[in-house]
């Protein structure tokens, strides 16, 4: 009796034991899993579209506003939260929104084919601002810079502004670049423009007549580039490749990094949220970030059952960023 008692002791003491060590094991991985699941969520959308560029106000940044394919135009009141359709009569032609920008209650909208859409009272009505047919390219994107002032960029690398709100265009850059497969411009005026077939990328700033242009780096095409907030220039290769240049100097590049995170799908976008913390989309809803201003990477696993290519990321502060995708997608970021 007493041998099987001490059995029966031997036994619960070691089941306590596995236990313990299982609850100690559990505690230690949890809060790893967890910091890789991140802050994003899905907002809901009211239309099935492709989300193509995104504006919210600085002075109410509960005031915003999306654009799309299929001429679709959505506001928001409440900081992105939700979403509201507003139509337009654009005729029976079938439009592709790429930008949307605002100053003020000035607002402008590009979109292909050749469309450019004006509004100054904070987008309750909107005119149509009409184009020359020697416009090289369509509008690809706009930004406003102050009342009847605008900057746009054409999908050939025409660059124009406007001082008196689009009835007289004035040519910054005598030459196009060609056919773009992106264009960037970063905060103070500069553009970075890839061509179609990613074999070579060019360079813009305010002051020069022509477009520069630089041949890739690396044997793999260049799929999307852009500005860093220390004056270097970021760049996503095909096969999920990332490099940065040195300070400066567009010619001279760091050493290339292909994070594993990304799993060999192709990287689309590359974003700052601050000086350290750097942000990655891509294909089958990849989401990489970097704490360290990009030379480590890690998965982001709040986005991984989206099912969509993740195209644009946004950040118009630190806590408030925004990444859109195929089929109606809209993330947002909650720092909390």
Known sequence: MKKSIKRFLDFLSLSLGILFICTSLLTISVPNAQADHGNWHKVELPVAITPLDLWFDKDNPNHGWLVGTEATLLESTDGGNT????????????YRFSSISFSGQEGWITGQPALLLHTTDDGKSWSR???SSKLPGDPFAIVASGKNSAEMVTDLG??????DAGQNWKAMVTQAVGNARNLNRSADGRYVAISANGNFYSTWQPGDMTWVQHNRNSSRRVQNMGYTPDNRLWMLNRGGQVQFSEVGDFETWGKKQTPKEGGGFGLLDLKYQ????????G??????????????????LSAANVGANLYKIY????????????????LAY???
């Open 83 to 94: 979403w509201e359709e507003r139509n337009l009569d654009l005729g029976d032609s079938i």
């Open 129 to 131: 601002i009409g184009l």
């Open 158 to 163: 025409a660059i124009y502004s406007t001082q």
């Open 274 to 281: 601050d000086d350290d913390n750097v942000w990655i989309s």
């Open 283 to 300: 294909g089958s809803s990849r989401l990489l970030h970097s704490s360290d201003g990009g030379k480590t990477w890690v998965r982001d």
């Open 315 to 330: 950040f118009f502060s630190r806590d408030r960023g925004f990444v859109l995708g195929q089929n109606g997608t809209l």
């Open 334 to 336: 909650s720092p909390d």
